[in-house]
């Protein structure tokens, strides 16, 4: 290789950026130790710019498009290399490019939960994340806070500093919105919308980027709150609560007789405990008589005192006269349920000796 070839070599031709990755924000042209040729081509393509930086200090910026650096088009960066007369030599320059299409898909949480005061919980505490897209509006601004002399600065690297501010302002905003917390999920656009205009009011003019897109996906309350809200629309569902156990009772039931080997003697038990507790509850509106539980406490009168079960209510006490009186005039049927003192449970009136002596004898035959 002749040393004329060899010097050109060492010449840097044209000037470009081809991004694949469409995450990086800012990329320096790799010169190295070359020098840009006079008259080199630059080429800026769409959602681009070109900034020339010499020793440290902003020179000339070119939006999309083809150019021949000479002299004419590089007025700043001619001015601080002293080229009076315009220059025919090569040159050194540091040429940075900046995208300034959107990046997409970048995401944003709330790293510890937001301590509010609603209206429905009391204190509670919010989670909240979403997406948001970032573009480039300053160039300069960007180069010069938070890119420096690096070669390369890529949307990850500013991804921690976007979701700490997105945080603070979305703390702020739902502090000072006061909307409950059951009701945020209906105000998602409008709050995104809020959210957004804090967001760019800080990052435009501190680095020189916008968010054109922001969205809360999400806002979610504490584990525990949710399980608490769950329980009680699921008793909102059920409504009656007392036909839902029995419901629930006559399902295990089925199981069990569906299931007879599974749990032994466990089962059969739970199986007769649960027929049990769903005749309890239904004996209020059976006319056939059958043992009720869970008696009233005994009377404090002296003698053998009645107590009757009527239409679900407890009436008495009523001595064994009165009670037999009530039965033989038909005052009180003799299916009503009894109970005294002694009892293990209710039974019926027709059931006890000296009440079933106290029933009227039956008609003459003839007779109605």
Not at 52 to 57: A, L, N, P, Q, S
Not at 170 to 189: C, H, P, W
Request: charged share 15%; aromatic share 8%.
């Amino acid at each position: 290789m002749s040393l004329l070839e060899k010097l050109r070599g060492e010449l840097v031709d044209i000037v470009e950026w081809v991004d694949h990755t469409r995450d990086t924000l800012v990329w320096r042209f790799p010169r190295y130790h070359n020098q840009i040729k006079n008259g080199a081509e630059l080429i800026v393509r769409p959602g681009q710019c070109a900034i020339f930086v010499h020793r440290g200090k902003l020179a000339d910026v070119f939006e999309p498009g083809h150019y021949a650096l000479t002299t004419q088009n590089l007025p700043i960066l001619s001015t601080l290399q002293g080229w009076k007369h315009g220059f025919d030599s090569p040159f050194k320059s540091e040429v940075y490019f900046v995208n300034t299409a959107q990046v997409t898909d970048l995401k944003w949480g709330t790293p510890n939960p937001i301590m509010l005061r609603d209206p429905d919980f009391g204190p509670i505490r919010l989670r909240a994340f979403g997406t948001y897209t970032l573009k480039a509006t300053n160039p300069k601004a960007l180069l010069t806070e938070l890119v420096g002399a690096g070669e390369a600065f890529e949307a990850d690297e500013i991804q921690e500093l976007m979701r700490a501010i997105i945080a603070t302002a979305m703390g702020d905003m739902l502090g000072k919105s006061r909307i409950a917390a059951l009701d945020l999920a209906s105000n998602y656009e409008t709050l995104s919308a809020q959210l957004r205009e804090a967001v760019v009011g800080r990052v435009d003019h501190e680095y020189g980027l916008d968010v054109p897109q922001l969205y809360i996906v999400n806002i979610s309350l504490p584990e525990e709150v949710e399980k608490a809200l769950d329980t009680k629309t699921s008793l909102n569902v059920i409504g009656d609560l007392g036909r839902y156990q029995q419901y629930q009772m006559g399902q295990a039931m089925t199981a069990a007789a569906a299931n007879p080997g599974g749990g032994g003697g466990a089962a059969a038990g739970m199986g007769i405990g649960m027929g049990m507790a769903m005749a309890q509850q239904m004996m209020h509106g059976a006319g056939g008589c059958a043992t009720m539980t869970a008696p009233p406490p005994p009377p404090s009168t002296g003698g053998q005192v009645w107590h009757v079960a009527i239409e679900g209510q407890t009436q008495g006490p009523f001595t064994t006269q009165q009670l037999s009186g009530a039965i033989a005039s038909g005052r009180i049927g003799r299916d009503a349920f009894v109970w005294t003192s002694g009892m293990t449970g209710w039974v019926c009136a027709s059931q006890i000796p000296q009440l079933r002596e106290a029933s009227p004898p039956p008609p003459p035959a003839g007779q109605p």
